[in-house]
């Protein structure tokens, strides 16, 4: 690089803030100057309090330790998603939890087992009997192990996200990204349509080389200013609105969001250090705003207290190209898929890591856009699948939406391909591998739904004797005792707070 790169982030919210402290740290010794401006009257969404197990990595590679951030973040650990009233009487509950080192022991069991079941044999399905995280869901134990023992175990956090974002800030300020407060107000472009600079309501013009987009659902750069098409998923996934209420912290501290079905729609409860989250997530083609909030109030028993709800419009799909021009977008200004798996923020760090690789192997230049959008458009794509999937197969019968939900045939080739092969009781794992898709959503998080979802042909009428007497792969009585010897090495995560 002959000439200092300067970077220009428009937007402050997580996105924002996560893209500026790793292209601090990965560049802290090249002629890289970044700069984030954000508004201070426009302010952020304010929500997203879950994540996957990619955020461990976010804050390893900035080397900040647990125990400076999470308290000051509220945080709690994260080993599973709990799907409640899903599939109407067929299982009450299923559940997602994330896949550790120690389940090569019993995966294998859970794929066989889904297969067996599948061919109408009675056998063991349920996720959370064979995946180390479901148990420490269960017993309600953190994901830190005691020194001794020998396998790694993955987990994500959920905390509050106004807090992530001032720790951020303060963090990316001291690895020294110049922060500016102000509205911009227009966006200045060259001859050949890239960005120039951005000016500020109060007249500041802000140079720069390459824009971030981080501006939330106005995508200002990307959108507005280059142009680049929004394709929604509003076809394939019905909601577009949420409102959110916070109530007091749980008495137990569980190691999972809960996610349980509603009249249109989901409502996931977070548990935080100071607070529980709430937000139903619902349709508003299906349920109006006020009749939304009743219903969350209801449920939460907060409908004669004055709490005030916060209601938030969701844009569900992406953008056609990421990374266009000199303006990468991020986070809600690249799109966004509904939060029913706590996906956006892991999308926005694989887009910032993938966009370091990608332009540092092109020698800081655009050359390897096309392979950059292609592979992110992919994962929008896919998580989209899963999610859909999610609502494909749901069991309620309670209201239209659930209904249509079920009827509706906007599926991918990749989604239909993958249940065909299911109901035909083929080789769900062959699938996968041969679609290449197992980088979004593992063979075994696939099995989590289908089998957790209970999608079985009817129980074979005669079940052969020596099910009973040698017992199926699960072998409950050896994988409960072994998960149970393994849970010694945990403990409540209060406790280890507690510690901290
Ligand atoms: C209901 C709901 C639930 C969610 N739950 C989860 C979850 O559990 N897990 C998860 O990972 N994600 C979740 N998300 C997504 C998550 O909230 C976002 O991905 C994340 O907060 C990043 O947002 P952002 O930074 O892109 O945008 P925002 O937070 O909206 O930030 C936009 C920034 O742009 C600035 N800005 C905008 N216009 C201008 C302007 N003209 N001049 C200057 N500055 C400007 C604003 O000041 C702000 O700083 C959820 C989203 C919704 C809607």
């Known amino acids: 690089m002959t000439q200092p790169l300067r970077i220009v982030i428009a937007g402050g919210g997580t996105a924002g803030w996560m893209a500026a402290n790793l292209f601090a740290n990965i560049w802290k010794n090249s002629p890289v100057e970044i700069s984030l401006i954000e508004s201070e009257d426009i302010g ?26 999470m ?79 020998p396998f790694a175990i993955e987990y994500g956090y959920h905390f509050d996200s106004m ?13 020294g990204v110049k922060h500016i407060i102000g509205n911009i107000e227009s966006v200045e472009t060259h001859a050949n349509g890239e960005i120039s600079a951005l000016t500020c309501t109060d007249g500041r013009r802000i140079e720069g080389n390459l824009f971030v987009d981080c501006t ?17 998923f509003g076809k394939n996934l019905f909601n577009d609105a949420a409102v959110v209420l916070p109530t007091a912290p749980l008495q137990t501290m569980p190691v999972e969001t809960e996610s349980t079905a509603m009249s249109n729609g989901w409502c996931w409860q977070i548990p935080l250090r100071n607070r529980t989250g709430n937000g ?67 999308l926005v760090q694989v887009s910032i890591e993938m966009f370091i690789d990608t332009f540092t192997k092109g020698h800081f ?69 041969r679609q290449g898709i197992g980088k979004h959503f593992s063979t075994t998080s696939w099995h989590c739904l289908l089998a957790g979802y209970g999608v079985f042909p009817p129980i074979a009428l005669q ?3 020596s099910l009973k007497e040698k017992g199926d792969l699960f072998e409950e009585n050896k994988l409960a005792s072994f998960f149970s010897r ?3 090495n945990f403990e409540k995560q209060k406790l280890l707070f507690q510690i901290a």
């Open 44 to 69: 952020t969404i304010g929500v997203g309090e879950g994540s996957t197990p990619t955020l461990k990595r976010f804050f390893q590679t900035l080397s900040i330790a647990e125990h400076e951030w």
């Open 463 to 465: 079940q052969p004797d």
């Open 365 to 433: 230049s655009a050359q390897y856009q096309d392979t950059y959008n292609k592979d992110i458009s992919e994962r929008f794509e896919r998580i989209r699948d899963y999610i859909v999937c999610h609502y494909k197969l749901n069991g309620k019968r309670d209201s239209q939406y659930w209904v249509d939900n079920r009827d509706n045939m906007h599926l991918s080739e990749s989604l239909l391909s993958l249940l065909d092969v299911w109901y035909r009781k083929g080789d769900i794992v062959e699938e996968i591998k």
């Open 163 to 175: 807090k992530l974002g001032q720790f951020l800030r303060n963090f990316g300020k001291k690895l």
């Open 486 to 488: 393994c849970s010694l």
């Open 280 to 346: 139903y997530v619902y349709s508003q083609q299906y349920q109006s705003k006020e009749d939304a909030e009743r219903e969350l109030r209801q449920r939460l028993n907060l409908l004669d207290c004055d709490v005030e709800a916060k209601h938030l419009k969701m844009r569900v799909g992406q953008c056609e190209k990421h990374w266009h021009k000199n303006c990468l977008a991020l986070g809600l200004a690249q799109g966004f898929i509904e939060p029913l798996e706590a996906t956006a923020l892991h």
């Open 216 to 232: 939330g659902f106005n995508s200002l750069l990307l959108q507005k200013t280059l142009g680049v098409k929004f394709n929604a």
């Open 71 to 149: 308290p000051q973040c509220q945080a709690t650990y994260k080993v599973n998603i709990k799907f409640n009233g899903w599939n109407g009487d067929v299982h009450a509950s299923y559940s997602h939890p994330f896949i550790s080192q120690l389940d090569v022991f019993s995966e294998r069991a859970f794929h066989i087992n889904a297969l067996t079941r599948r061919l109408g044999l009675n056998v063991e399905t349920r996720p959370e009997k064979f995946l180390m995280a479901g148990y420490l869901a269960k017993k309600q134990l953190a994901p830190i192990p005691s020194h001794n023992f």
